[in-house]
């Protein structure tokens, strides 16, 4: 199972981030986001689609539907930069698949 | 608060057997789904696999005929080998919750990470 992410967004502080995860019917499954910042191990910002964590801030929220799930990081702060991570399990296989990943500049 | 640690060596020759262990605190083995994620230098991430406590295991099909997971619930700990080893094996190697049950599990929690290098 493919999942297809832009290698890279550019968002100015302030303004909105949006990181697609595609892949075929990519709406019937169910999607996690991870953030990783450059040393540290992955952090889950989202999860079966809508869910956040407690501990990540409402900036952070997802969807998904037909064929792309979108992670959006609203009133982007220089912090928010990292690469981040869709991430899906293909129940036909029982096998778990991860996006390339897309790194998010902060301008 | 769930804390994973990996411990193991940092250097395997190649054609050898790479081994890691996963020490977990905070939360009892037998409750959760485990897995090992790997992250070469510079590049995405991929699923190795996971266990269970009672053994049910799951592998990643690209390395399913090099790779065993095993589980030791007096020691908290769960581990992996992998054999055969190349260059292209070097990564750096995150024990993780799989948190939900196999299929479905989001990895909530991950350890510091274990860099491995394959080099003679």
């Known amino acids: 199972y493919v999942l297809t992410q832009p290698p890279a967004v550019s968002v100015a502080p302030g303004q909105t981030a949006s990181v697609t995860c595609g892949g075929s019917?990519?709406?019937?499954?169910?999607v996690h986001w991870y953030q990783q910042k450059p040393g540290q191990a992955p952090v889950l910002v989202v999860f079966d689609d809508t869910e956040r964590p407690s501990e990540i801030p409402e900036r952070f929220s997802g969807s998904n539907s037909g064929n792309t799930a979108t992670l959006t990081i609203s009133r982007v702060e220089a912090g928010d930069e990292a690469d981040y991570y869709c991430q899906v399990w293909d129940t036909s296989s029982d096998h778990c698949f991860f996006g390339s990943g897309t790194k998010v500049t902060v301008l | 608060q769930v804390q994973l640690a990996e411990s193991g060596p940092g250097l395997v020759r190649p054609s050898e057997t790479l081994s890691l262990t996963c020490t977990v605190s905070g939360v009892s083995l037998s409750t959760y789904y485990w897995s090992w994620i790997r992250q070469p230098p510079g590049k995405g991430l991929e699923w190795i696999g996971y266990i269970y406590y009672s053994g049910t295991t799951n592998y990643n099909p690209s390395l399913k005929s090099r790779v065993t997971f095993s589980a030791d619930t007096s020691k908290n700990q769960f581990s992996l080998r992998l054999s055969s080893v190349t260059a292209a094996d070097t990564a750096l190697y995150y024990c993780?919750?799989?948190?939900?049950?196999?299929?479905?599990?989001?990895?909530?929690?991950w350890g510091q990470g274990k860099l491995v290098t394959v080099s003679s």
């Open positions: 019917n990519i709406g019937r499954k169910s």
């Open positions: 993780v919750r799989a948190y939900g049950g196999g299929s479905g599990s989001r990895f909530d929690s």
